[in-house]
């Protein structure tokens, strides 16, 4: 019986994330200045991807996870990106996994902040939503059209992850 290795948890940056996808925030090099200079765009900080669907727009009311937490199981959606940004201004994790063949990897785990948002690209593994320390709402975008959309793969031992000090 293979013990679960407990995973460190790095802040989410846009270099260690991209890899897997980008990072939604509030970056000063992507700043355009509209509406005769009274509103900030912070501009095409990420892509939707829906293989020729449509893209929606949706709200997850996430419950908190119970730590230590077992991840056991990664998914992807093979067709389209999946996006999730925090309204509740509340830090979240984020898990992903480079491909195995066709199998996730050791998950890499980051602390997003409260004012961070996450696009996971087309067929990246990642964890579902894992919320911290109370209920809290994302706006999510991703491709319509869920059916055939969805792998999970189960891990043989499950990686622990302690609810990190935001
Ligand atoms: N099932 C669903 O819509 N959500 C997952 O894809 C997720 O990544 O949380
Ligand atoms: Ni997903």
């Not at 992507?30 to 949706?58: C, M, P, Q, Y």
């Not at 890499?108 to 109370?134: C, E, T």
């Not at 059209?145 to 990686?159: G, Q």
Request: glycine share 8%; proline share 10%; charged share 20%.
């Amino acid at each position: 019986m293979t013990m679960p290795q407990h995973l460190q948890i790095q802040l989410l940056t846009k270099a260690a994330f991209a890899p897997f996808g980008d990072v939604i925030e509030a970056d000063p090099a992507t700043v355009r200045l509209i509406n005769n200079g009274t509103t900030e765009r912070f501009h095409r900080l990420g892509t939707v991807e829906t293989d020729g669907a449509g893209a929606i727009i949706s709200l997850f009311r996430g419950q908190p996870r119970q730590f230590p937490y077992a991840i056991d199981m990664m998914e992807r959606h093979p067709f389209g990106s999946q996006s999730f940004h925090p309204l509740s201004g509340r830090p979240f994790l984020v898990a992903v996994a480079e491909d195995v063949g066709s199998r996730p990897g050791e998950p890499k785990i980051f602390l997003a902040r409260g004012d961070q948002g996450v696009n996971y690209r087309r067929n990246v593994w990642h964890h579902p939503l894992m919320v911290i320390g109370s209920p809290s709402d994302f706006l999510v975008v991703d491709r319509d059209r869920p059916e055939n959309n969805l792998e999970e793969l189960f891990y043989d031992t499950p990686y622990l992850i302690s609810e990190p000090i935001p």
